[in-house]
């Protein structure tokens, strides 16, 4: 029976982790300074490098954590990234520091909080550029199709664990309710009209290989995080015709995991523009050309939102996307319903913030 599951993190020496002097709960990467093939043509950091790193540090963590006890050992699988916002773009030449930590475990998943901070090495100064929430399930080494138990976290409040099981039961229910999508295909249109989805829509197919796997043949989840983050830039440069970045990500489903030999097909499409933002929705399907008793299937889903961008740096007016078909517009009020949630959202937490 397939589960709900991401891609696992290879061996890495990091399994045999009984006895880190560093608490197991806490994890902080080595900091890693911006180079130019981490970014786009103006300097900016891909929305994919950083998503790459943050799935690296809760992978290395929630792995420590589900190795913890004696027992079965095991590698942690990214199963679900909760929206991830982009508060602050990075640029090349700073210093990226990332941190993580566990604030959740049930019976057979971790939640791990990461904080991603940008340090401009010449002044010192630095800033908050992303937080997320990631979601993991322990496999078992001997079998990867297997999900052993999670040895429980210790709370400081009672409170924690309450908020904790709160947003398990949430995630659960979402990631379940996106695979209704499993049989969406994208399909291509001849000569289609300027700021229409057909217009911008783009698909990229890559051979999976051994770069981009863990040492038991899956792909990383920062790979394909990465690569998503790349289409869904292509979708958004070539609606505007501008420089564009990631604002957010909403959250990432993983359905199942990629093995290595697989022709991955991932491909975007806008779905709802305001006046100063483009939701992109991201589908992964997996063909495992090699093994021809498995058909393909999707692998992960995702919504990506960019905003224009101009040379100074300020944020540009989006031309409006022309939906066409029934499904364009329903497409279209279902994304313009999850903008107004998520404004309402940013505006309540602006009004219970303590003014100054």
Known sequence: MKKLLGPALGFLALVSCRGFLRPLAVYSARPRIMRPDDANIVGNVHGGT???????????????????QKGETCVAALARVERTDFLSP???????????????????????????????????????????????????LKNVDRVLEVPPLVYARKEQEEEGRKRYEAQKLERMETKWKNGDIMQPSINPEPYTVSYSQSTLIHLVGPSDCTLHGFVHGGVTMKLMDEVAGIVAARHCKTNVVTASVDA??????????????????????????????????????????????????????YVSLSKEGKTLAVPQLLVETEEEKKRFEEGKSRYLQMKAKRQAQIDAAPQK
């Open 50 to 68: 950083i998503l790459k790193m943050i799935e690296e540090a809760g992978a290395i963590i929630s792995t420590r954590h589900c190795n913890s």
């Open 252 to 305: 990432i489903n993983f359905h199942d995991k990629i093995q290595k030999g697989c022709v991955i097909t991932i491909s975007g499409r806008m779905t709802f523009t305001s006046n100063k933002s483009m939701e992109i929705e991201v589908l992964v399907d997996a063909d495992p050309v090699t093994l021809h008793s498995q058909e393909r299937y999707r692998a992960a889903s995702a919504f990506v939102t």
């Open 90 to 140: 990075m640029c090349i030449g700073e210093v990226a520091h990332v941190s993580a930590e566990i604030t959740y475990t049930s019976k057979h998943s971790v939640e791990v909080q990461v904080t991603v901070m940008s340090e401009n090495i010449l002044t010192g100064a630095r800033r908050v550029t992303n937080k997320a929430a990631l979601w993991y399930v322990p496999l078992s």
